[in-house]
């Protein structure tokens, strides 16, 4: 299916499994980033694990701003866009993606070197990965191409017989 063919979807055919994954995915992800933003604020042991410097609490500050403008704003404008099949929904998915990546790949070098900004890992590594299937997911749905649990055409699918082929072990 062409990214025209796919356009041409919506808005009447309904959503696809991987559409309605992704853009959920996406929903959570503001949730979440409200939420955690919320607890880092409320929650003393919460802040704790997301400091990176702790006798210097304006560093994560500093990631509260581009992370609310950025990723909670780029994640609800993908959501949006996979739902109404918009054209920008694969540039808007690989931006929150990246805005997502960018800071996990940082905590993934800061973390080691300094001990600080353990909880903030743990929650941007399956953060990131999750953003990242969902992003390829839409890209691929946008081009035509075989997404997660669609079969590929000409291959055949678990527990079903191939034609010419022996079914059961008889030859």
Known sequence: MTSAAVHHLAPTAPLRPVELICAGYFGVQVIGGAALWTATAAIPAVRSGMELLRDQPQVTDAFFLPDVAVTIVGSLLTAIGILRRARWR?????????????????????????????????????????????????????????????????????????AGQPVGGQR
Do not use: E, I, K
Request: net charge neutral; hydrophobic share 45%; proline share 11%.
């Open 90 to 162: 694969v540039p808007a998915a690989a931006f929150t993606f990246g805005c997502v990546l960018y800071p996990t790949v940082l905590l993934a070098g800061w973390v080691p070197q300094h001990g600080t900004g353990t909880g903030a890992l743990g929650v941007m590594l399956p953060t990131a990965l999750l953003c990242g299937w969902c992003a390829v997911q839409v890209w691929r749905d946008s081009t035509g191409q075989p997404v997660a649990g669609q079969p590929v055409a000409g291959q055949p699918v678990a527990g079903q017989p191939v």
